[in-house]
């Protein structure tokens, strides 16, 4: 019982404090799951991150529920996948009852500004530590340089 709630309280905790997504969690995640409590290796977690953003859905549900299962089967996944998305699913909601007054607020405004500037870092350090531990083969080399270049011809243009 104490392992199913330590699945729920962590993904919870991440989906709590993380801003920006999937890719913005990847980072948090990794110190987690594989230095601290030492669920997974880190080619692990490389290979469940490539398995979930090939899967259809958001990358950290598929994350949570993969790792959850992976710890305690069916039900660990369930209780992964509730406590990634509880927060979220709250904070909506409030935010939903104020939305007008909300966004209409100086301070949130200015507090939206900085969390694109720290979501923009975390995803770059996530795409930067994949980088630096991607096998260096000419076609891995090859997708990287061209998905990079269509990334700024696509930004600029």
């Known amino acids: ?16 404090f993380t801003f920006g997504g999937g890719y913005a969690m990847i980072p948090s995640l990794k110190e987690i799951v594989v230095e601290k409590k030492k669920w997974l290796s880190e080619e692990e977690m490389l290979e469940i991150l490539a398995i ?14 993969f790792i959850g ?3 305690k089967k069916v039900l660990g996944s369930v209780l992964s996948t509730l406590g990634v998305v509880l ?5 909506i909601y409030i935010i939903s009852l104020f939305f007008d007054a909300f966004l209409a607020n ?4 200015s507090a939206f500004i900085g969390i694109k500037a720290c979501v923009a ?11 630096i531990k991607m096998k260096k083969k000419p076609f891995n080399v090859t997708i990287f340089s061209v998905v990079f270049i269509l990334l700024i011809i696509f930004e600029l243009f």
Request: charged share 15%; aromatic share 14%; hydrophobic share 50%.
């Open 1 to 16: 019982m104490k392992k199913y709630l330590e699945l729920f309280l962590t993904f919870f905790k991440l989906g709590l």
């Open 87 to 91: 927060p979220s699913l709250i904070i």
């Open 106 to 109: 100086e301070y949130v405004a």
């Open 121 to 131: 870092f975390l995803i770059t350090k996530a795409g930067l530590d994949m980088l």
């Open 52 to 65: 979930s953003e090939s899967t259809p859905g958001p990358i950290a549900i598929n994350m949570a529920t």
């Open 69 to 71: 299962y992976r710890q």
